[in-house]
Structures are given as structure tokens and as C-alpha cells.
């Protein structure tokens, strides 16, 4: 069973930065695109970024790019989300999410990710 478990979540001001992880668990993680979505309150989820299995494409949401860093270990089975710049509009229950499809390209579609973490709180402060 595929369990995936995001941690690093917190409060910080605007301008700040964190490091949001996610942990796999449940098949070999190398094998498959990760993705970081977002969802604020009244809000649809939306795409943050996504990377390839091996690590060597990422695609990320125009309102994140240049400030958000999506990276992965696979040895460590975890998928990373390094945010800088942060503004009071990134506050939001981050998740992330991976396909059931191994070896598939990245994708910035919800609806192509089988499995979802619970959630992690980021809340950015003005």
C-alpha cells in the first residue's frame, strides 16, 4: 500500500522561506513522477510542481516558479519542495501526490495522481 507522509509545514513571514518533504512508502519510489499541489481556504487545489522519476525534468505553476524548488532522494524515498520568497498567497494545505503509472511523464493534471499524503499546513504571515 502506498503511503505518502509530507512534513515541514509551519508559520512564517512573508519573504520567508521552508522546506516541505514527503516521505513514500509502499513500492519503489525511483519509479515514479511526484507531484506538489496546494489548496487554500474557498479555494480549488491547484498545481505547485512536479518532477520526473529519475529527477531530471520539473515543471512548476507560473505563480511559483523562480522562488518554489521541487528535488527528490531516492535512496530516501522523499520528494522535497524548497520554498523561497514566500508571500501571504502561498499560504495553503500543501499536498503531495504520485501516480499510479510507473515511468510516466510529469503532469500538472490532479486527476493523473492515484495516491495523496494528508496534508501540510503552510501559512505566510505579512
Known amino acids: 500500500q502506498v503511503q505518502l507522509v509530507e512534513s515541514g509545514g509551519g508559520l512564517v513571514q512573508a519573504g520567508g522561506s521552508l522546506r516541505l518533504s514527503c516521505a513514500a512508502s509502499?513500492?519503489?519510489?525511483?519509479?515514479?513522477?511526484m507531484g506538489w499541489f496546494r489548496q487554500a481556504p474557498g479555494k480549488e487545489r491547484e498545481f505547485v510542481a512536479a518532477?520526473?522519476?529519475?529527477?531530471?525534468?520539473?515543471y512548476y505553476a507560473d505563480s511559483v516558479k523562480g522562488r518554489f524548488t521541487i528535488s527528490r532522494d531516492n535512496a530516501k524515498n522523499t520528494v522535497y519542495l524548497q520554498m523561497n520568497s514566500l508571500k501571504p498567497e502561498d499560504t495553503a494545505v500543501y499536498y503531495c501526490?504520485?501516480?499510479?503509472?510507473?515511468?510516466?511523464?510529469?503532469?500538472?493534471?490532479?486527476?493523473?495522481?492515484?495516491?495523496w499524503g494528508q496534508g501540510t499546513q503552510v501559512t505566510v504571515s505579512s
Open positions: 518532477i520526473s522519476w529519475s529527477g531530471g525534468n520539473t
Open positions: 509502499g513500492r519503489i519510489f525511483s519509479m515514479y513522477t
Open positions: 501526490a504520485a501516480p499510479r503509472r510507473a515511468y510516466g511523464s510529469i503532469s500538472s493534471r490532479g486527476s493523473e495522481y492515484d495516491y
